[in-house]
């Protein structure tokens, strides 16, 4: 059962073809917006068409430097073509502004309502939208897809904890989009009122937004009774839409008729071996008000080889494995904070969330992690604790190569975010 038959069973060498001519099309378009008639002339990029998909290699690669400078100058058509504009959260900086003509907003929807049907979401679903609506992208970037869809959609928006909960019974909800952070947090919610989530009529979940690990998907598909499927997205390629899971939860299939995906080496910009993990760079192929060419997302992840056993030609990524700009330096040593998570949640013993200070002392980084332990396991006595803390700095130092100072702290005591989780605070 599919949502787009035709494009997501295209034998590969077809969609191959399908790329390059939109690749030329997005080439020859994107040339007509100030910005790119000069980076293309620079380039030395005429109009003469690329031969082969390689040859996007030979244009410009694009930052979120470039979008700022860039503003309006960007837009292939006057403003009036214009119906939306989003802005992408923030999280390193100024915000980025994308624009969206009427066209791009319809087939950034039909990719959200093929992500969601190729999970198994159909009319009838209850679908609890529970991302910040607004210049975010998430919320109304899965509204309208879970509209085209058919299901009912509740625009519940983010935060609210109680409120969501009264929904979710009130409707029936059966599919969450939820960032997987605020999907542990709100269980201290169900269990205050007394709820159980896994008795509600919840079936599926999309998480995602943030970077979180697999031990975060078991324990949200656990603690909810759902199935959760890892929704890749950011607002330079629309927002949510750009790689998705199937229901092999086994890799994000990047819908390579709407993105050409390369995977390069962060510092040398060549592209990374294969299977190897690397930035991963897209350049839009079916937008129209504001093209984007090999736009360097920051994001790390590697391409798997393997054809998917779904049989879909789309390509699969990794789950994503950091942002090069969450890269932590610690006593020279290169950290990620989902190192730490993937440690951390390993133990039943840890709550929902943790938060990674690091300060100087001495000339020295000094790296504390503060972990939630579970309510019934702060009630154990004090050499449990002890015992705990030390495993829990013993399994890091493991991982990371650096020996953390871990602080054991009671449940719901470190500060929660609504948005994207917050999880180092970097105070040297
Ligand atoms: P910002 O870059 O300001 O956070 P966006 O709202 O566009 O703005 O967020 C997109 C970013 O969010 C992606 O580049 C990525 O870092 C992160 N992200 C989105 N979905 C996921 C996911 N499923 N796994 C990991 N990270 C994700
Ligand atoms: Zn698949």
């Known amino acids: 059962m599919y949502w787009d038959a035709t ?62 400078a860039a503003g309006p100058d960007m837009l292939t058509c006057p403003l009036t073509e214009i119906v939306r504009l989003h802005a992408s959260s923030g999280t390193t900086g100024q915000a980025t502004v994308i624009y969206y003509t009427r066209r791009d907003i319809a087939a950034w929807a039909d990719l959200v309502a093929r992500s969601m049907f ?36 509740i625009p519940a928006g983010a935060g609210n904890s109680l409120r ?34 896994r008795e509600l009529h919840l079936r599926m979940a999309f998480i995602g937004a943030e970077p979180h690990t697999e031990e975060m998907r078991r324990r949200i598909e656990e603690a909810y009774g759902v199935k959760a499927y890892n929704s890749y997205g950011l607002s330079e390629m629309n927002g949510p839409g750009v790689a998705f899971e199937c229901p092999e939860q086994n890799g994000l299939h990047v819908w390579e008729d709407a993105f050409l995906l390369e995977v390069v080496d962060p510092v040398t ?27 360097r997302t920051r994001d790390l992840a590697s391409l798997y080889p393997e054809p998917c056993p779904c049989g879909r030609p789309h390509r699969r990524i990794s789950r994503i494995q950091g942002r090069t700009d969450d890269m932590l330096v610690v006593k020279g040593v290169n950290i990620f904070p989902i190192q730490i998570e993937r440690v951390l ?3 039943p013993e ?18 504390h992690v503060k972990v939630e332990v579970k309510e019934e396991f702060f009630q154990e006595d004090l050499r449990y604790l002890q015992r705990l803390q030390k495993r829990l700095a013993e399994a890091l130092r493991n991982e990371l190569l650096v020996t953390p100072k871990v602080e054991l702290v009671e449940p719901n005591t470190l500060p929660r975010s609504e948005g994207k989780a917050v999880r180092v605070a970097d105070k040297r």
Do not use: C, W
Not at 168 to 197: K, R, W
């Open 7 to 68: 494009i997501e069973t295209l034998p590969d060498e077809r969609l191959r073809e399908l790329q390059l001519q939109r690749l030329q099309d997005t080439v020859r378009r994107a040339g007509q917006s100030p910005f790119y008639r000069q980076r293309l002339a620079q380039a030395g990029i005429n109009a003469e068409p690329l031969q082969s998909l390689e040859d996007v290699r030979r244009l410009p690669f694009t930052t979120k430097d470039d979008l700022r």
């Open 118 to 153: 190729m999970t198994g979401v159909r009319p009838g679903d209850v679908f609890q939208n529970m991302m910040g609506y607004g210049l975010f992208t998430g919320g109304l970037g899965f509204h309208y897809g879970a509209e085209l869809l058919g299901a009912l959609t």
């Open 164 to 197: 969501q909960i009264q929904l979710m019974q009130q409707f029936g909800t059966t599919v969450l989009h939820i960032i997987p952070s605020y999907a542990l947090y709100l269980l201290a919610t169900f269990a205050q009122g007394g709820v159980d989530p």
């Open 269 to 295: 910009l060549e592209p990374a071996g294969p299977g190897e993990t690397g930035e991963l760079v897209f350049t839009s192929l079916t937008r129209q008000g504001m093209p984007i060419l090999r736009y």
């Open 345 to 347: 949640l390993a133990r």
């Open 350 to 367: 840890v709550d929902a969330n943790y938060l990674v200070e690091l300060t100087r002392e001495n000339y020295n980084d000094v790296m």
